[in-house]
């Protein structure tokens, strides 16, 4: 899965234009459009796993927090059965839980990543109307 360092370097390669070939520079655009498109749909679909994964987590924590997991469960996670705690104390337990913390940094480092290539992706859209206007200008100053 390629990290957001790796496809803004993908994109600083890919942005650059040959404005010697305007015709295949347009040509290319759907080949980059479909490179793009699939690493989105990657992370999409990434960002939604680590959201599921950390709904399915907040639950066992949160039975683990208030005192209501089985002994089979806590021999599972290997943890110690979580002394008494207030209801309204759990809610700080979760916020602070660094098992829980790393599964949204992982989704939010998704979604983050689903965020630059959407710019990309509408940056390739106006790129065929930059070679249009390029290829119209040089029309233009060459007389044709």
Sequence with gaps: ??????????????????????????????????KYLTILTKHKMMAKKAHFDYLKMRKVKWEYYSGKMDQ??????????????????????????????????KKMIHEESVSVVEAIMNELKNRHWELKSFIDWERFISGN
């Design 72 to 105: 089979d469960e806590l021999n599972k996670y290997g943890w110690e059965q979580f002394r008494y705690t207030l209801k309204s104390d759990i809610i700080t337990y979760l916020e602070a839980d660094l098992d829980l913390i790393r599964l949204l940094e």
């Design 1 to 34: 899965m390629e990290s957001i360092e790796q496809i803004l370097k993908y994109w600083e390669a890919d942005s650059e234009i040959d404005q010697t070939e305007p015709g295949k520079e347009l040509l290319n655009i759907p080949k980059l459009h479909n």
